[in-house]
C-alpha cells in the first residue's frame, strides 16, 4: 500500500530548489554587470599605431632584422606599461602599446590629454633612438596613425561572481565584442570589451571613439547641404526661365 513521505518529498525538492536560487543568483548578479557597463567610463588598450620615416634611418640601426619581415624591433617599459617599436625596411614604423592591466581613460578631455602626454614621452625614447635629436624626420603625434585598439568599460565584481560569470564573444562583420573577467591587483572586473580597427590619425580616431555618432552626423549634414543646393539651383533656373 503506498504511503504518503511528506519528509522525504521536501529532501527530494530542497536540491532543487537551491540549484534554481543560486541560478538566479547567477543571472541578476551578471545583469546588474551588464547594466554598470553602461555607466562605466570608456578606456582604451593594446594600442597600434603607425607612421612613416624615411628608409635611410632602418640601413643606420645597427639592429638585428626580424627573419621574416625583416623588421628591427625595439622595446622600452614606461612604468607597467610596455612599447615595442618595429621599423621595416620601406620605412613603416608600426608602435604597439599593451597596456591591458592599465587601459587609458578616454571619457573626459583630461583624459585624452594624458594620453597624448603618454604618447609624448613614446615619441621622445623613438627619436632618441634613431638619433632624430633635431625632430626632423619623426612626424608628430596628430600625424600617426591609430591603426587598431580595443574598447573597453571594467566593472568591479565579487570573488562569488568571479566564479560563475561566462566568456561571451559576438562577432558581426568587422567587429567583436567580448564580455569576460579581468584580474587586476588582486581584484576582479567584468570587463566589456570591443576590438576596433581604425586606419585613421589618431586625435580624428579618438573623436570618433569618443562621439561614435558624430561622423554619422557630419554625413547627415553634408547630404542636407548638398540637397539644399541641388533645390537652390532648380529655383534660380525656375526663375530664370
Known sequence: MYQYNPQGSTSQKIPFILSNAIEYQKAHTFLEALVALAYA?????????MFHLNPEFYNELNQKEQPINRAKPYEENFGRRHVSYRL?????????????????????DEDVSALFAFLGQ??????YHVSDIKEQH?????????KQCDLN???EIGSTAQLTFPDIQLKSA??????????IKDKAYCRGE???TLNQVLPEALDNIRYPYKSLEKKFDYMIELWERAL?????SHDGS
Open 122 to 127: 613614446v615619441r621622445d625614447r623613438f627619436l
Open 88 to 108: 621595416s625596411p620601406n620605412g613603416t614604423v608600426e608602435v604597439a602599446v599593451a597596456t591591458t592591466d592599465t587601459p587609458f581613460r578616454i571619457e573626459i
Open 41 to 49: 567610463p570608456p578606456c582604451i588598450h593594446k594600442i597600434l599605431l
Open 153 to 155: 568599460k571594467d566593472v
Open 174 to 183: 568587422d567587429r567583436v565584442f567580448r564580455l569576460y573577467v579581468k584580474v
Open 194 to 196: 570591443e576590438s576596433l
Open 232 to 236: 537652390g539651383k532648380q529655383g534660380l
Open 138 to 146: 619623426v612626424p608628430n603625434l596628430l600625424n600617426w596613425i591609430l
